[in-house]
């Protein structure tokens, strides 16, 4: 099925919004083998994601999204991770200072994978609970005025990901769609990014 995506991305060519978005549709329905996942993730990094190809992936994970109820001010503070630099986490740091100037915040992250360390593994070490369901997250947003969506429980679909992208030594376009795939649809962004 991913035959002629793979053939044109490692081609250098890029992929209309309709084929990123058919493609990623068929990994997250298991689909795709994880050597196929790799190739395609690779080619991409290879020859630069296209806008058309992160608009493509982007529209397929949110409709793969488990959706959390929130209300429509909300800010997310996810950031890209994979800077490779070692450095600290912001973005997390910059949802509890932005919560302290009374934001709602609506934060959504993940693990490394990458880099050191990811929003869940900050708040993980904070002693917070992470594996929450989309209505624990909603009622964290209505009573806190934060709530925190780990990718893993909100995109269980990107389980046929992980593992491949776990092996990648490198970011790949799943990079990107953090900001822009966040469960509640939160349409303000304080973006921290790889230099």
Same mark, same amino acid.
Request: neutral net charge.
């Given at each position: 099925?991913?035959?002629?995506?793979?053939?044109?991305?490692?081609?250098?060519?890029?992929?209309?919004?309709?084929?990123?978005?058919?493609?990623l549709e068929a990994i997250m329905e298991g689909d795709v083998?994880?050597?196929?996942?790799?190739?395609?993730?690779?080619?991409?990094?290879?020859?630069?994601?296209?806008?058309?190809?992160?608009?493509?992936?982007?529209?397929?994970?949110?409709?793969?999204?488990?959706?959390v109820a929130a209300p429509p001010d909300v800010v997310d *503070?996810?950031?890209?991770?994979?800077?490779?630099?070692? *450095?600290?986490?912001?973005?997390?740091?910059?949802?509890?200072?932005?919560?302290?100037?009374?934001?709602?915040?609506?934060?959504?992250?993940?693990?490394?994978?990458?880099?050191?360390?990811?929003?869940?593994?900050?708040?993980?070490?904070?002693?917070?609970?992470?594996?929450?369901?989309?209505?624990?997250?909603?009622?964290?947003?209505?009573?806190?005025?934060?709530?925190?969506?780990?990718?893993? *429980?909100?995109?269980?679909?990107?389980?046929f990901v992980a593992p491949v992208r776990a092996e990648l030594?490198?970011?790949?376009?799943?990079?990107?769609?953090?900001?822009? *795939?966040?469960?509640?649809?939160?349409?303000?962004?304080?973006?921290?990014?790889?230099?």
């Amino acid at each position: 099925m991913l035959r002629e995506t793979l053939r044109k991305a490692a081609g250098g060519e890029s992929l209309t919004e309709g084929e990123a978005e058919r493609a990623l549709e068929a990994i997250m329905e298991g689909d795709v083998n994880p050597v196929a996942t790799a190739a395609l993730l690779t080619a991409l990094r290879v020859k630069g994601e296209a806008v058309s190809e992160i608009v493509g992936f982007a529209r397929a994970m949110r409709r793969f999204a488990q959706k959390v109820a929130a209300p429509p001010d909300v800010v997310d *503070t996810c950031g890209t991770g994979g800077d490779a630099k070692g *450095t600290i986490n912001v973005s997390t740091a910059a949802a509890f200072v932005a919560r302290g100037a009374g934001v709602v915040i609506a934060k959504h992250g993940n693990g490394a994978a990458t880099s050191r360390a990811g929003s869940a593994d900050v708040l993980e070490a904070l002693g917070a609970e992470i594996e929450l369901t989309p209505e624990q997250v909603s009622r964290c947003i209505e009573e806190a005025g934060i709530g925190f969506m780990f990718a893993r *429980t909100h995109h269980p679909a990107m389980r046929f990901v992980a593992p491949v992208r776990a092996e990648l030594p490198f970011r790949t376009i799943f990079n990107l769609l953090g900001p822009l *795939t966040n469960p509640a649809g939160a349409k303000r962004q304080l973006v921290g990014v790889f230099g």
